[in-house]
């Protein structure tokens, strides 16, 4: 019998592929530790929803950031 045996000049990604999705986990994770309620001055007078709205360019980058992240 003829076998092929691995002599280890081809090397196997899966360790690469591991730590850089490692990595990716801990750069999403680091984009969402960020968010934070709002309290703006004066938070009484303004409800949530308009305060959050007031955040969308915020928001629209996270979710890009998150998004870019993801496709690589």
Do not use: K, N, Q
């Amino acid at each position: 019998m003829s076998e092929s045996r691995d002599t280890g000049t081809e090397r196997d990604t899966g360790r690469i592929e591991a730590f850089s999705d490692g990595v990716f986990a801990i750069a999403i994770t680091l984009l969402i530790l960020d968010v934070r309620v709002p309290h703006p001055p004066g938070a009484e007078a303004v409800p949530l929803r308009a305060a959050l709205l007031g955040l969308w360019p915020s928001y629209l980058a996270l979710v890009l950031s998150f998004v870019m992240i993801g496709i690589y």
